[in-house]
């Protein structure tokens, strides 16, 4: 199975900065089927990225997504206090659809 | 609108046996594969498996942990899907969600395995 690794592990900004998050993955993402979700606790994850560049829909565009192959990175180019949360990275170009172990984001 | 509703959820002793729902409105639901995806708590999303449509012969593909204990199934007349757990392990505690696509999810059902 592919494995995607993200890092850091815990990102530590401030409102206004901006934020770079990276997903790895073990072998190349087949299609780019890379997809970035962001997940508040209690909620069910929310897509923000699929196709490792294209914004889901109603995303503000201070989201973006770039990569292929094994490397991939979601960046958020000045943090709102909502931005706040955990991020996972998924890949959906081979089965099994595995996530990778998240990015933590919160407040410096 | 799209809308997936997981239910099923409870406390079951290790070794024992559930069975969630995830009933689906607003799409197809006979076109569409279905996923199921858990989050044990504290921790990350984990793809547990999906079911494809009937144009897809409902072929079936699942993680290596749970391979030989789970079973996804469905009814398209009754839009709906299934994950059938058996022999659960305490690790199997998590939140479980239904997708049938990156940008719909259900709210997910809670499952605990504990003595």
């Known amino acids: 199975e592919i494995v995607l690794t993200q890092s850091p592990g815990t990102l530590s900004l401030s409102p206004g900065e901006r934020a770079t998050l990276s997903c790895r993955a073990s072998q190349s993402v087949s299609g780019s089927y890379l997809a970035w979700y962001q997940q508040k606790p209690g909620q069910a994850p929310r897509l923000l990225i699929y196709g490792a560049s294209t914004r889901a829909t109603g995303i503000a565009d201070r989201f973006s997504g770039s990569g292929s192959g094994t490397d991939f990175t979601l960046t958020i180019s000045r943090l709102e206090p909502e931005d706040f949360a955990v991020y996972y990275c998924?890949?959906?170009?081979?089965?099994?659809?595995?996530f990778g172990q998240g990015t933590t984001l919160d407040i410096k | 609108e799209m809308q997936l509703v997981e239910s099923g959820g409870g406390l079951v002793q290790p070794g024992g046996s559930l069975k969630l729902s995830c009933a689906a409105s607003?799409?197809?639901?006979?076109?569409?594969?279905m996923h199921w995806i858990r989050q044990a708590p504290g921790k990350g999303l984990q793809w547990i498996g999906r079911i494809r449509s009937r144009a897809n012969s409902y072929t079936t593909e699942y993680a290596a942990s749970v391979k030989g204990r789970f079973t996804i199934s469905r009814d398209d007349s009754k839009s709906t899907a299934y994950l059938e757990m058996n022999s659960l392990k305490t690790e199997d505690t998590a939140v479980y969600y239904c997708?049938?696509?990156?940008?719909?999810w259900g709210h997910g059902t809670t499952v605990t395995v504990s003595s």
């Open positions: 997708s049938n696509r990156p940008d719909v």
């Open positions: 607003g799409f197809i639901f006979s076109g569409s594969a």
């Open positions: 998924q890949q959906y170009g081979t089965s099994p659809y595995t």
